[in-house]
């Protein structure tokens, strides 16, 4: 079983910047493809960010250029850095890991409040 433990996040003005972390338990993103979701109230979840075992990445178009996921492996920690912040980008971020096969289980942080606003 892997845990996936968030932080970072916080209320800042538009324009601000945040750094999400995640930090899972367990040794495994040399397997897993890493991602960052958001859920505004009222909306469905959403991908905001990926980084698969290979490194690289992938933004949903709302992000792009502002946002910048990373990991180390060493650490075992992926992270979020967000710049440039909007109020549309408030909501509860989550961590996930998504393993190669669909047989095995994906792992879900609990989520850490991002609040954008002046």
């Known amino acids: 079983q892997v845990q996936l433990v968030e932080s970072g996040g916080g209320l800042v003005q538009p324009g601000g910047s945040l750094r999400l972390s995640c930090a899972a338990s367990g040794s495994i993103f040399s397997i897993y493809a890493m991602g960052w979701y958001r859920q505004a109230p009222g909306k469905q979840r959403e991908l905001v960010a990926r980084i698969p075992s290979d490194g690289s990445t992938n933004y949903a178009d709302s992000v792009k250029g502002r946002f910048t996921i990373s990991k180390d492996n060493a650490r075992n920690t992926v992270y979020l850095q967000m710049n440039n912040l909007k109020p549309e980008d408030t909501a509860v971020y989550y961590c996930?890991?998504?393993?190669?096969?669909?047989?095995?289980?994906?792992?879900w942080g609990q989520g850490t409040q991002v609040t954008v606003s002046s």
């Open positions: 996930h890991a998504q393993p190669p096969f669909t047989i095995w289980p994906n792992y």
